[in-house]
């Protein structure tokens, strides 16, 4: 078959009534997701009944927690209607109430960044504090997978019946990997960290430990970024030259990644992502550098799930619109009718259903034209989406001088080619995701409160500035109760545009393979809210992480939670990534450019 015919194939496929048909089946698929038809109510009352039928811990001491404690004290943490992770033990003072009624109610967790602490904050005595706790629970032979500091909040009940906040006093938010540590040996672990605190004359911190698992969050001429007129501005991201580009490996499809900024040598066009994205475990931690003699290692946009995914989303686009013009050609049989009996107002509102009608069956039109491309070899046959080869990939590292953070880097030098003609620099497309107005309401929800941030009016953010390690510690703004905040943004290859909360203290993060443990640390960015879902998830490693007022800021590397989704996400600093990693290997290395 020619190419010519494999077209008209396609056109003529995606205008049948069949196509229409299976666009309205993904759209169906996607939007009802993993979420059942089930109430809020019943939902909660089934965690509920499953925490209190739960018979796996064996209470032998009297500092293991009840069930329902275990399993209920951080409900909500992970997203409003999910518990959160598992908690082990904890010395904070405040009363976990089990749940009773027929709506089982519960108190819903937040997780609050640190900024400011009278005596943690001076000399850098939380980093001293973190080592000694790290040693003391290897002492104790305790497992722990992060060592974070947090607060945490939650609404409770006034003697009135209205709502008042409460937040707990500033934790050292311990890991511990699943079913390895007893509340009794986490209390053990607890009172040394407290006679520790004591030596160091901090006597307002609270010790909890929780179950948390630390885990790496792993052709043909792109498009330009379009407008919020177009109408393909709900599916074209992946596609396009800004940045979060989608990646793999050609020999490595199943393995997904982020692309998290651009930088230019000369001539030469670059892109960073996260060593783990594109190197598998079995391939080993030996340095990479791309001779000429030797093969390249090519990087594709989009992997094969990626991909097939990317096609479903136009399709259930598809899907909707065709929902939407029934539901409209309706109205307007009702309009018309109206109108035909003298209605005026019928009649304007006729002309404006039928106006809805066609612009939407345009839109349609133009995700059947864009699908029918896609599908077309140049970008269905994954050797058509190479967009350039690995040059460079020192060794997975931790605990790098002079601050401890982790080197988990990969350069890629991409095809000038398939870039130049719609380049726009170091921009993230903040994406359709999150409305305007929405974004903006987010960033600054206090009008008595500053924010730098300043929505751009083509969505396309653009980053000017590395954010500094001083300001990585200093929040800039507060949230709607009016704690202290800075807010970052990263738009990933999977969770797309999320907006988090940047941890004012770094955290300590261990994890486990067959070859033993890997310490390091991180910068972490908390969930906005129990409603915004997790800030990363598996898929985003390597995705830029921004500061709202067009900084660089970090590079995400990974994430602790109970599953994929992270209640914390860990990042590497970009002001060391580019100063003292990526600059000495590439001298003249700019990030700051419009056009190659």
């Known amino acids: 078959m020619s190419q010519q015919e494999s077209i008209d194939k396609w056109y003529d496929h995606v205008h049948s009534e069949a196509f229409d048909d299976e666009c309205n089946e993904v759209y169906k698929r996607l939007s009802s997701g993993s979420e059942s038809g089930d109430s809020s109510a019943s939902k909660r009352a089934k965690i509920c009944q499953d925490a209190d039928s739960s018979s796996d811990i064996s209470y032998e001491s009297v500092h293991e927690v009840s069930k329902l404690e275990r399993l209920l004290y951080y409900f909500g943490l992970s997203g409003n209607r999910r518990p959160g992770p598992k908690l082990v033990y904890r010395t904070s003072t405040d009363v976990f109430t089990p749940p009773t009624g027929p709506e089982y109610n519960l108190r819903v967790m937040r997780l609050l960044p640190v900024y400011d602490h009278s005596k943690l904050s001076k000399d850098n005595l939380w980093n001293t504090i973190r080592g000694e706790v790290v040693k003391l629970l290897d002492k104790q032979q305790i497992q722990h997978t992060s060592v974070d500091l947090a607060r945490f909040g939650w609404d409770e009940q006034n003697e009135d019946g209205g709502r008042k906040p409460a937040t707990t006093r500033v934790t050292i938010w311990i890991g511990v990997l699943p079913d390895t540590t007893t509340g009794e040996a986490a209390f053990g672990s607890s009172q040394d960290i407290l006679e520790l605190l004591k030596q160091h004359k901090v ?22 970024p379009v407008d919020n007129d177009h109408h393909l501005k709900d599916v074209m991201d992946w596609v396009t030259t800004s940045l979060s580009l989608p990646i793999a490996g050609l020999k490595t499809l199943h393995m997904q990644g982020t692309l998290g900024f651009y930088f230019r040598v000369g001539n030469d066009l670059y892109g960073v992502t996260a060593r783990h994205v594109l190197f598998p475990a079995e391939e080993g931690n030996n340095p990479y550098k791309h001779v000429a003699a030797a093969p390249k290692k090519k990087v594709v946009l989009m992997g094969t799930r990626a991909f097939e995914d990317f096609l479903a989303s136009i399709k259930a686009k598809i899907g909707n619109l065709n ?31 039928e106006a809805d009608i066609e612009s939407t069956n345009e839109a349609i039109e133009a995700l059947k034209a864009f699908f029918t491309t896609m599908k077309k070899d140049e970008w269905s046959d994954v050797n058509n989406r190479v967009i350039g080869h690995v040059v460079w990939a020192p060794p997975i590292t931790g605990s790098n001088a002079p601050y401890g953070y982790t080197k988990d880097v990969c350069v890629i030098k991409l ?14 497309d903040l994406g359709t995701k999150i409305e305007a107005g929405e974004f903006m309401s987010l960033m600054y929800p206090r009008d008595d409160a500053p924010s730098e941030f300043d929505y751009p009016d083509d969505r396309l953010y653009k980053l000017q500035r590395i954010l ?24 990933g290859h999977t969770t797309g545009t999320t907006i988090g909360r940047l941890n004012g203290f770094e955290s300590h993060v261990r994890q486990y393979g067959i070859l033993g443990s890997f310490d390091s640390i991180e910068a972490a960015v908390y969930s906005y809210d ?39 996400t860990y990042c590497t600093p970009m002001f060391w990534l580019w100063d003292s990693v990526i600059t000495p290997e590439f001298p003249g290395a700019n990030l700051y450019f419009d056009a190659i």
């Open 203 to 224: 006597d307002d911190l609270d010790v909890v430990y929780r179950e948390s698992v630390v885990h790496p969050l792993a052709g043909s001429e792109l498009f330009a």
């Open 415 to 428: 095809d000038n080619r398939k870039f130049a003609a719609n380049f726009k620099g170091n921009v993230i």
């Open 530 to 568: 129990n409603d915004s879902g997790s800030f990363s998830k598996g898929g985003d490693s390597g995705a830029e992480v921004a500061g709202a007022d067009n900084e660089f800021g970090l590079q995400l590397t990974g994430g602790a939670g109970p599953t994929e989704s992270s209640d914390v």
């Open 323 to 353: 929902n939407t013009v029934t539901f409209l050609k309706k109205r307007a049989t009702a309009q018309r009718k109206k109108a035909d009996t003298g209605n005026g107002q019928a009649a304007i509102d006729l002309a404006t259903t």
């Open 468 to 491: 500094t390690a001083t300001q990585i510690k200093q929040p800039t703004s507060q949230d709607l109760k009016g704690d202290p905040v800075r807010y970052v943004i990263k738009n």
